[in-house]
């Protein structure tokens, strides 16, 4: 914001055209060079806000007892502030609680507070340390002042009058009854005076202290001491009164009891050109502080004044030809410009037929720049249809809307003339050309967006929707027309639109129930989403949401009464942003074809609605048939029983805890069924705990011969399996359930009946309950249930036969270890199926010495029922897998056993019922679980698995001490028979043979 002696154009002077050249021409009557004048000026100073937005045609400006300068931007309801060097000090937008609105006039005094005449607010506010009061006034303030003696002036630009308020600050109201007209800044003489210039009248009003009425200050014309549009006062400090007109653009200078001295002049002699001077006042340095309001700027003027120059005399008084009314704006009428003849002030004004100066915008400014009417806002700044606008070629215009070159002007649309607007004041109508209750004006040139195919219905409007198009301006009282919507000048967004934010607020002041339900508003659209919405004549959000504009028009809409951008009946207007879900048209949720006469919504059949409202409706709330699976409806309005896809109805069988848009994408044919991913993948998304059964029987690619048709159909290996839509018979099971099997074996049993209890070749591992309460559930009598073992979704590359357990249990010894956990022991010895598995055997779930699915006649589920010797000798034999012992005798002669518990030797009872000596009375099959916690490196003494010796025992009970050492050298009847007896051996009996089994480290 830093000033800038030179001076730049503000946005106004372009818009205002010619209005430079033709009052502030270089041809004004200029003094001789040598001549000395009473009052020159010098801009040295030009304050321009820089940052967004600037100012906008301010009105009023004063300065505090530190040279900061206060500026009333009332179109952008602000007060801004500057510091003596042209920077911005601050921003006041709110104060006593409310934001301001138009302020329009302001003063400061001798205590630095700030008075502002908040016209938007109707209310006079007094701010100071960040702090402020208000007092309302029912009035269109323009300005305000406090006097010395503390009261506090303002003036009611409508009413035509000036008030004060009083110790209690209620108004009291002097200077009315005709005394003014359109009284618009206010100063104060240092005697007490109070001046009020006249916006229309051309003078300026002298009230003593009381309001009574003193004189005048100038005179109505266009020469020196004369006003056209009389606007600020300032007062000097030498008490001359400097008083600025706003369409002369100059400064003239009076005594304080009204003489005319001079007018403001250059160094050069000619007057001092301001564009549309409308505030003024002296800053502590005695420099001319003046606000531009066509330049959207203020400047700081350097003041010589020459006392000893005499005052220049005031122009005569002219019988003016026409009347004051007349002249008011046409100012080429006045003399002496009438008879083509110029002042000091203006020369001559071009006046062709086809643009009188009268309907130039300088003109019209003078006026709506708040003096009458405060147009700024709407005119200049809001959409609204600008001056200077070139007509298309194929647009046609007709001959009683004149156009100059070819461009609208304001004289266009508006002619002092007619009454063809609303009002009884000047301050009220729009001097329209024709008639506008119900947009005539409009259909003039728009003649297109009359009547048609797509375009909005004409109606009555009922009086709740006019009460809602009141305090935006917009006409409602004739019915929805033009103006229903549209505003010539102030239009809150593009098209002249009275309602903003680009379409939603404007529809949703009508149709408030459409907000409700349908497709939400709000939310960013992509880039490809925004390009195709402007593309098909659609509008976005300031911040590219979604509108009611970006799928709606109001004039040109398809699909009847709906007013679309695009076709409905082709999808089009879904499809045009809803790219991805375009797969649905021709497929089996396409339901145009097969139901074209169908309508979803109550009001079109499915043909003119297109595919999409078959389950879609944008402005409605349909009766939701909801489901359990189908919370939204959406889906069983048409899969149900007596639907549309009646043949596909969802029954109370099917996957639980998941909605149908879980799995399914209705949009999408990418996969089977409207699948959203391939069927394995999907059903991982929420079980990701259950593996892929790859490899095996389960593999329904690897193994597609053992499976049912049915299975193999599906092509795919949780459906193999899984039907996630079944029925009451079958569960979710594609094979269904076996009949009579217990709940959990039942989709088992279904495949593999030979599993079965019934069976011929069963399972049936009694177990008790107590010792099994990790299991999946115990079956009839304590039977172990299938998937306690077996993993149906493992696949046979991890574990076995499916068998439960990690994935480095490579003969599923987990499976039978996690109930028979004091066997754990195994893991340490050459019984391990890892190490039985490495030399050949097949190992799988305890074997080759289990078999889990086996006879009820095979005890413990051993693969022979027989002496427990007879058990270990098929491995261990000569030619067997596994090495024999050398010697494994016994005397014959009975044997009892003695002692108890698990450090017993146990007998067995043989063929002729004697207790005998078998394997297992000294060796432990599954190892010793005692010996778990030895360190790695002792481990290997537990291969020989050998129970624990502690007497009394079979053996001790004869051979006493030497019990152990004859059960050390059981298979050695030479080193058991004495401790002296130690043949030479080569290699020693324990050293493993050759051919024997590889042990486990």
């Not at 679980?929 to 490196?937: F, H, Q």
Request: aromatic fraction near 4%; hydrophobic fraction near 35%; charged fraction near 15%.
């Amino acid at each position: 914001m830093p000033s800038s002696p030179d001076r730049h154009p503000g946005p106004l002077q372009v818009i205002l055209g010619l209005w430079a050249a033709l009052a502030f021409g270089a041809s004004l009557h200029a003094p001789a060079a040598a001549q000395t004048y009473r009052c020159t000026g010098e801009i040295t100073q030009t304050i321009r806000l820089e940052q967004q937005p600037p100012l906008r045609m301010p009105t009023d400006v004063a300065v505090d007892s530190a040279g900061r300068i206060v500026v009333a931007d009332g179109v952008n309801d602000r007060v801004v502030i500057f510091t003596p060097e042209g920077n911005l000090a601050t921003i006041l937008d709110r104060t006593a609680g409310t934001p301001l609105a138009g302020p329009f006039g302001v003063d400061v005094t001798p205590d630095d507070a700030i008075w502002i005449a908040d016209s938007g607010n109707r209310r006079i506010v007094r701010h100071a340390a960040d702090a402020g009061e208000s007092f309302p006034v029912r009035a269109d303030l323009t300005d305000v002042l406090v006097t010395e003696n503390g009261r506090v002036w303002f003036t009611d630009n409508d009413q035509h009058r000036v008030g004060w308020l009083d110790a209690d600050h209620n108004p009291n109201w002097v200077a009315g009854n005709g005394a003014l007209r359109y009284p618009i800044m206010l100063a104060a003489t240092p005697t007490g005076d109070l001046l009020v210039s006249e916006a229309i009248a051309g003078q300026v009003q002298r009230l003593t202290p009381d309001g009574a009425p003193a004189g005048t200050v100038g005179r109505y014309g266009v020469d020196l001491g004369h006003f056209f549009r009389a606007r600020a006062i300032a007062v000097a400090p030498d008490a001359t009164l400097w008083i600025s007109d706003a369409r002369l653009g100059v400064i003239q200078v009076f005594t304080e009891t009204g003489r005319f001295l001079d007018v403001l002049r250059d160094p050069t002699g000619q007057p001092l050109r301001l564009a549309a001077p409308t505030g003024l006042a002296f800053a502590p340095d005695g420099t001319l502080i003046a606000v531009e309001l066509a330049a959207d700027q203020v400047v700081r003027i350097k003041i010589v004044t020459r006392p000893e120059v005499p005052a220049i005399g005031v122009a005569p008084v002219v019988d003016h030809a026409q009347r004051r009314n007349c002249t008011a704006c046409h100012l080429e009428w006045m003399a002496p410009l009438a008879d083509g003849r110029g002042t000091p002030l203006i020369d001559p004004l071009p006046n062709p037929p086809e643009y009188p100066a009268a309907s130039r915008s300088a003109t019209c400014l003078s006026c709506h720049d708040g003096s009458v009417v405060d147009s700024r806002r709407s005119v200049w700044f809001g959409h609204g249809h600008q001056r200077g606008q070139e007509i298309p070629a194929d647009f046609e215009v007709p001959a009683h809307l004149p156009l100059v070159g070819g461009e609208i002007a304001c004289r266009t649309c508006h002619s002092a003339h007619t009454r063809g607007g609303a009002g009884d004041t000047i301050a009220e109508a729009v001097f329209l050309r024709v008639e506008n209750h119900a947009g005539e004006l409009c259909l003039a040139c728009h003649a297109d967006q009359a009547s048609g195919p797509g375009m909005h219905p004409l109606a009555k409007l009922d009086e709740s929707r006019r009460a809602q198009l009141d305090p935006h301006g917009l006409d409602g009282a004739h019915g929805m027309t033009c103006l229903a919507c549209h505003q010539g000048h102030g239009g809150a967004e593009l098209l002249l639109r009275g309602i903003g934010n680009r379409g939603s607020d404007e529809c949703r002041t009508c149709h408030d129930s459409s907000a409700a339900v349908g497709h939400p508003l709000g939310g960013s659209l992509s880039p490809a989403q925004r390009d195709w919405v402007l593309q098909a004549g659609g509008q976005i959000g300031l911040d590219g949401e979604l509108v009611c504009a970006s799928c709606h028009q109001m004039h040109g809409g398809h699909g009847l009464d709906s007013l679309l951008l695009a076709q409905p009946a082709t999808a089009d207007a879904c499809r045009g942003c809803h790219t991805d879900q375009a797969q649905v048209l021709g497929s089996a949720h396409d339901l145009v074809a097969a139901h074209a006469d169908w309508t979803p919504d109550d009001r079109r059949p499915l043909m003119a609605a297109g595919a999409c409202a078959a389950c879609h409706a944008a402005h409605t709330d349909r009766p939701a048939r909801t489901a359990p699976l189908d919370p939204t409806g959406a889906c069983t309005d048409c899969h149900r029983p007596a639907g549309l896809a009646a043949s596909h109805a969802l029954t109370e069988w099917n996957h639980p805890e998941a909605n149908c848009l879980d799995c399914h994408n209705p949009h999408q044919t990418s996969h089977a069924a409207f699948l959203r991913a391939q069927p394995a993948s999907l059903c991982r998304e929420c079980h990701s705990e259950v593996g892929t059964p790859t490899g095996g029987a389960h593999d329904l690619f690897q193994a597609t011969s053992t499976w049912p048709d049915a299975s193999q159909q599906t092509n795919d290996a949780c459906l193999a399996c899984h039907n996630p839509h079944g029925n009451a018979a079958d569960g979710l099971f594609r094979a269904g359930l076996a009949s009579g099997a217990p709940a959990s074996d039942a989709a088992c049993l279904a495949c593999h009946p030979q599993s079965a209890a019934s069976a011929a070749h069963r399972l049936l591992h009694p177990v008790p309950a107590s010792t099994h309460g990790t299991l999946t559930g115990g079956g009839p009598a304590g039977q172990v249930l299938c998937r306690d073992c077996h993993d149906p979704h493992v696949g046979h590359r991890q574990t076995p036969a499916l068998l439960r357990g990690p994935d480095d249990d490579v003969a599923g010894a987990a499976a039978c270890l996690s109930c028979h956990t004091d066997l754990a022991g195994i893991r340490m010895i050459g019984h391990d199926g890892a190490a039985l598995a490495a030399s050949g055997f097949d190992a799988v779930g305890c074997a080759p010495c289990h078999q889990s699915h086996a006879g009820p006649s095979h005890a413990a589920l051993r693969r022979a029922d027989a002496f427990p010797s007879d058990q270990c000798v098929q491995c261990h034999s000569a030619g067997g897998p596994a090495a024999a012992p050398q010697i494994a005798t016994h005397p014959e002669m009975d044997l009892v056993a003695a002692g108890g518990g698990d450090t017993a030797l146990p007998l067995f009872a043989s063929a002729d019922g004697r207790q005998r000596i078998a394997c297992t009375t000294c060796h432990l099959p599954h190892g010793r679980s005692d010996l778990a916690a030895l360190p790695p490196e002792l481990q290997p003494a537990s291969h020989g698995h050998l129970r624990p010796f502690r007497g009394p025992n079979a053996c001790t009970q004869c051979h006493g001490f030497e019990g152990l050492q004859r059960f050390l050298y059981f298979h050695d009847p030479l080193r058991r028979g004495g401790a002296g007896e130690q043949p030479d051996r080569t290699p020693p009996l324990w050293q493993p043979r050759a051919e024997s089994v590889t042990r486990a480290p």
